[in-house]
């Protein structure tokens, strides 16, 4: 029972961090219509920039607001200085076909992650680097006894359910969420009617940027950073994207957790190598059986 319980609660605090990446995703996904594979390059970005700070002796919290005004700002200049640009040359001839449109950008984000992964190794020398976690990460004592799970675990979970209820609420509740939605649905139509679609894509992206930064910080008190420590976390974050759905917040956070679960308990009672075997099964079977994921709506876009 205890290595049940230890299974159970480690994957819900995994599940919880590839929430985290799986929501940034659909953040983009939802205002811009592309899946960012930069995101993690942003995120691990964002915490050496934090562990920096850390290392100078700055206060955790200023290094944890640090790293998400960086991954915002990557956010905002990824969106601005490339994202943008390459939508500018949709008339030319070899943007002619849809497809190609939609697979630039993407190809395109690759690329951007590349490059942080380069800047990262150049500045800071490859070196692997940890950042504390904000409260303690041995476990809890109940009656004299270890409980299966630690103050982090419940810090990481509770963060992962507020980001939630404060991005659901944003674009159902506000005139900029309710104007991003609408962006995401039809820009053109958004575009006459008033809105700055451009400043509300924007907008998406600097908010993907910071919801990832939380996740790179999220990540490195159980592992060090480095510049391609994350890139695992992406795949698994945008298999939860799948498996949820890509225009569903609550999906992704449900996918993510789905995969912690999965992996965690895999790891436990079966061995480590069968975890990816495991959620390329589940990806053919949601592509098989309902292929919009979970939560995902039949008149979602094409990916």
């Known amino acids: 029972m205890q290595t049940f319980l230890n299974a159970f609660f480690t994957g819900g605090s995994r599940g919880a961090i590839y929430a985290l990446v799986a929501l940034g995703l659909v953040l983009v996904w939802r205002g811009a219509g592309l899946i960012n594979f930069a995101q993690m390059g942003q995120a691990m970005f964002s915490a050496y920039v934090a562990s920096t700070l850390i290392a100078q002796g700055k206060n955790y919290w200023i290094a944890f607001i ?142 993907s940027g910071a919801v990832a930064s939380i996740a790179g910080l999220f990540i490195t008190p159980a592992t060090n950073i480095a510049p391609n420590s994350l890139d695992l976390i992406l795949i698994v974050g945008f298999a939860a994207c799948v498996i949820g759905g890509l225009d569903s917040l609550m999906g992704s956070v449900l996918g993510g957790f789905i995969l912690g679960f999965t992996t965690s308990f895999i790891g436990v009672y079966d061995v480590p190598e069968d975890i990816f075997i495991a959620i390329f099964a589940m990806l053919i079977l949601v592509m098989l059986f309902r292929p919009q994921g979970i939560f995902g709506s039949k008149a979602g876009r094409r990916v």
């Open 66 to 207: 640090a790293a998400l005004v960086v991954g915002a700002v990557l956010g905002a200049a990824i969106d601005i200085l490339v994202i943008r640009p390459l939508k500018k040359k949709s008339g030319s001839a070899i943007l002619n076909s849809p497809s190609m449109r939609e697979a630039i950008p993407v190809i395109a984000s690759l690329g951007i992650l590349g490059i942080l992964q380069a800047l990262a190794g150049m500045i800071w020398a490859g070196d692997e680097r940890g950042f504390p976690a904000p409260v303690s990460t041995s476990a809890i004592s109940l009656g004299g006894k270890s409980a299966p799970f630690t103050p982090f675990d419940l810090f990481v979970i509770g963060t992962v359910f507020a980001i939630l209820l404060a991005t659901s609420l944003f674009l159902s509740k506000t005139s900029v969420g309710l104007a991003m939605r609408a962006s995401a649905l039809n820009s053109e139509v958004a575009r006459l009617s008033g809105i700055r679609t451009r400043s509300i894509r924007t907008l998406g992206w600097v908010i």
